[in-house]
C-alpha cells in the first residue's frame, strides 16, 4: 500500500486552519504535515493545540519565507510516496475531495491531479486561474527535482510546477471539488486597495516564477513543435 502525505502550509490563517487540519487528521493520510511559515496571528496556538493527533507533524518556521519554501519544506519532511497539497484557508472541506485528488494517482491514470473548488467568485467551468489552485496531488519522485527552484519561487510555486509537469509531458488531471469554499484575496483583505496590493504582488511573482523556468517554456515549445 502506498504512503500518502498531506502538506498544508499556512501564513496567518487563524479563521481557517483549524477545520482544514482537524479534517486531514480524520482521514487514512499516513501523515499530515502542517508548515507554519512565520504566522505572527494565532495560527501556531491553534496548530499547537491539535498536536495530540497521531498522524500530525508540525513545522515552525520563524520567519515568513513564501508559500514555495513551505511546500518544499514540507516535502523534505514526508515519506509518503503520494504528496497531496492542501491550502490553509479552505471551507467546507470534506473527506470526498480527499478521494477525487488522490485516485487517479493511485491508479494511474494521470500524474498530476489539480482540484478546483466550486464555490469561487469566479464560475469554475470556465475558470481562467484553475491551474493556479493549491489544491494538488502528484507522485513525491516527480516534484523532488525541482525543491529548491520551490523554495525560491514564493507565490509563483504553482507556476513552476505546473511548467515542470507540462516540460516532461506528464499527464494532467482537473476534479471538480464540490461545495469546496476558496476565498478570493477580497474576502481575506481588511480593504479593497489592500486586496488590489496583494494580487500585484503576488502577479509579479507567478511572473517572475515563469521568466525564471525559461529553459522550460524551451522545452514545451520543442515538444508542441515536434507534434505538428
Known sequence: MRKISAIICAYNEEKTVKEVVTTACDYFFDEVIVVNDGSTDGT???LTGLLNSPSLKYIVLPENK????AMATGVENSTGEIIVFIDADLSNLKEEHFEKL????????CDMVLGQATETLIN???NPF???TGERAMLKKDIQPILEEMKASKFGVETLINLYFQAHEKKVKYVMLEGLKHPTKFDKASSQSKA???FIFEGHQIALAAFN???LLKTIVKNQIKKL
Not at 513564501?66 to 519554501?69: F, L, R, T, W
Request: net charge positive; glycine share 8%; no cysteine.
Open 130 to 132: 484553475k491551474s493556479f
Open 213 to 215: 523556468s525559461f529553459n
Open 44 to 46: 501556531d496556538k491553534i
Open 196 to 198: 488590489v496590493k496583494e
Open 66 to 69: 513564501g508559500k514555495g519554501y
Open 102 to 109: 488522490i485516485k487517479p494517482i493511485f491508479n494511474k491514470t
Open 124 to 126: 469554475y467551468k470556465i
